[in-house]
Nanobody, 125 residues
Framework: QVQLVESGGGLVQAGGSLRLSCAASGRTFGNYNMGWFRQTPGKERECVAAVSWSVVTTYYADSVKGRFAVSIDNAKNTVYLQMNSLKPEDTAVYYC??????????????????WGQGTQVTVSS
């Protein structure tokens, strides 16, 4: 099992940047694919970025491509989501999640078994 704790959310002006962190305890990231999801009230949780256990394969939603970047620091057992050029529509609660180790990335929330508590990101216009 793995326990996940997100941090780094906050309030930022449009065009600004934030870096979210997801610290894991328990088993290491090498045993899981990792995903970053976001959710706003009344909407389904969507995957904005994902990275395979081998860190070879990444996925980005079209809405964040070129602005967000996911990375893993195995020494710190932490996965990051660097968010640049933020827009008001990026406002959401962001979650990191761990899913089954696979060379095929999955973007469906129900396929991820472990979740953090979420961190709020608010982008003002």
């Amino acid at each position: 099992q793995v326990q996940l704790v997100e941090s780094g959310g906050g309030l930022v002006q449009a065009g600004g940047s934030l870096r979210l962190s997801c610290a894991a305890s328990g088993r290491t990231f090498g045993n899981y694919n990792m995903g970053w999801f976001r959710q706003t009230p009344g909407k389904e949780r969507e995957c904005v970025a994902a990275v395979s256990w081998s860190v070879v394969t990444t996925y980005y939603a079209d809405s964040v491509k070129g602005r967000f970047a996911v990375s893993i620091d195995n020494a710190k057992n932490t996965v990051y989501l660097q968010m640049n050029s933020l827009k008001p529509e990026d406002t959401a609660v962001y979650y990191c999640a761990a899913g089954p180790k696979s060379n095929v990335l999955r973007m469906t929330p129900r396929l991820y078994g472990y979740w953090g508590q979420g961190t709020q990101v608010t982008v003002s216009s």
